[in-house]
């Protein structure tokens, strides 16, 4: 008697950001057969990874590179063949500075996020008081804390190396990072290995320096602030990586200017209803308010109110690679609680301004990777990237470009200021730290309207609560940069996993 031929599983993964692509392309890697529809609201793919080129500039309009520390994204670049396409960050520029009353101070080498590995930069500072400095010292000898429970950043930095070190060092640092309140931000969900020093080894500067001394024998200089030389970058850009998993996905695959409506699940499969979306056309601005909520309505409303007439579509299994808000409106018919606990996630929203210039206009010689701010410079800018020093393709030889970072937990209205008031107000407080003569040749606004999911103290617990409620519903999961990370890595491997749950259970 033949054989009957294996019918092929229909998958959708709703949400093209790189959470979704990574899903979406790991489905089609393990299983070759199965039958992927990658669904996105907008005429564009890749999400926050989004480059063009213009006026000889590669401009990076959301992130621009990703760490090697974490091994994900690395293998998906050497798996789609891009490995000979990485480029490390200069190794000329490798410092932070950070202002302090309207100027640019080095960061002191060897302070690593938040623990100094070398004391005289920290003792020689301008950055720090002497009482300032001789309590971030004093860290070595405080005892650690013998509480479990979960602590915000901001606690956990005072505690251990004071009021000054946190206000002026480290939260500039990490709302960098973050885009977050450390009043809020959780340890054990960001940075949970700095807790674990302190548990292991009494002390971060203690276990810093053993780090580094292991680490750092006859490798010459040592950083500041990130570590640079664990970054890398795509020379084409790191759209190349989102069009070379489009590419691998097949025709067809990539349903853009797609709405999902609602989801049901339908005996051993999910109902997926969806419509045609005019919320985005391809090549226009990504910052618009609401940008993923379904059929275009504010968070919280219900999907299902704006479905009728929708395409119905029958599913085995369906991977949500949307944002927590957009996820908990879909899931809110299905399970209220679970709806409510992804909603309880807070995103924060960012505006990335992007300068160019004729090297001459600038007075500073550019001497690093990147500027940090602290909120005590009541300045509406969080961070500025030296970015054609950080990655020297990016601008043509002589001239400059330059990435300022502003919104965030610290300055929402940044974010949805309107531009001519927002330009300018930017450009006067970067050309006065560094020095620039005239106007821009260059300039660019990129809006992200709740793109930056914010890890709040209990994050962990919160996760676990919402992953056990989506165990009871077969065929589902989730993924993004809402739970386990939000770094490029961490979004590629929960994507990742992602898929290969939904294959493990249906094999």
């Known amino acids: 008697m033949p054989s009957q031929r294996k019918l092929s599983r229909r998958i959708a993964v709703i949400g093209g950001g790189i959470s979704g692509l990574a899903a979406a392309h ?27 080129h213009e006026d000889g500039f590669q401009i990076e309009q959301g992130v621009d590179n990703f760490i090697t520390t974490i091994p994900w ?74 509480e479990t429970a979960d602590e915000s950043m901001a606690a956990f930095v005072r505690r251990r190396l004071g009021r000054e070190a946190y206000e002026r060092l480290v939260e500039p640092l990490l709302s960098a990072v973050y885009a977050a309140d450390l009043e809020k931000l959780s340890v054990d ?14 002390s971060l500067v203690r276990a810093m320096r053993k780090q580094m001394v292991a680490g750092r024998k006859g490798k010459g200089k040592a950083e500041s602030g990130p570590r640079f030389s664990m970054f890398v970058t795509l020379r084409r850009g790191l759209s190349s990586l989102v069009d070379a998993i489009v590419e691998r996905l097949g025709e067809g695959t990539v349903r ?22 005019d919320y985005l056309a391809p090549g226009d601005s990504p910052g ?56 309880t996630i807070e995103h924060s929203s960012t505006a990335v301004l992007t300068f160019g210039f004729d090297e001459s206009q600038i007075g500073h010689p550019l001497d690093g990777m990147g500027i940090v701010v602290p909120t005590a410079e009541k300045s509406p800018i969080l961070a500025c990237s030296l970015s054609s020093r950080k990655y020297v393709h990016r601008a043509p030889e002589g001239k400059t470009l330059l990435r300022v970072f502003v919104g965030g937990s610290r300055y929402p209205e940044a974010a949805e200021m309107p531009e001519e008031e927002l330009c300018p107000r930017v450009f006067d407080e970067l050309a006065t730290l560094l020095g620039i003569e005239g106007q821009p040749i260059y300039s660019r606004v990129a809006r ?60």
Request: one cysteine or more; a neutral charge.
């Open 73 to 146: 994204g690395l293998n998906l670049c050497r798996r789609l063949g891009l490995e000979d396409d990485l480029v490390q960050t200069n190794p000329k520029y490798r410092q932070t500075f950070v202002v302090r009353g309207g100027r640019l101070y080095k960061l002191p080498d060897g302070f690593l996020m938040m623990a100094p590995t070398r004391m005289w930069p920290l003792v020689t500072t301008p950055i720090l008081s002497p009482l300032g400095k001789l309590r971030c010292a004093l860290e070595y000898f405080i005892p650690p804390s013998k």
């Open 256 to 277: 853009s200017e797609t709405v999902v409506e609602r989801i049901c699940p339908a005996g051993n499969g999910w109902q997926v209803w969806t419509s045609p979306s």
């Open 26 to 52: 790991r489905l089609v890697e393990l299983d070759p057969d199965c039958e992927v529809s990658l669904l996105e609201r907008r005429g564009r793919v890749g999400g926050a990874l989004w480059t063009i």
């Open 189 to 202: 969900a960001t940075l949970s290995r700095f807790r674990e020093m302190e548990r292991e080894h009494g």
């Open 448 to 507: 992200w309207p709740r793109t930056m999911p914010q890890y709040h103290v209990g994050h962990k617990d919160l996760v676990a609560a919402i992953e056990s409620g989506v165990e009871k519903l077969p065929g589902l999961e989730l993924c993004g940069n809402a739970y386990h990370g939000v770094g490029i890595p961490d979004c590629i491997h929960g994507g990742e996993q992602a898929a290969e749950r939904v294959l493990d259970a249906r094999s």
């Open 288 to 343: 618009v308010v609401n940008a993923s909520s379904p059929s275009g309505s504010t968070p919280g409303e219900s999907p299902g109110a704006k479905y009728d007439g929708a395409k119905c579509e029958l599913f085995d299994a369906v991977v949500l690679a949307t944002p927590s808000y957009v996820a908990g409106s879909l899931l809110e018919p299905l399970d209220a609680e679970l709806g409510r606990r992804l909603a």
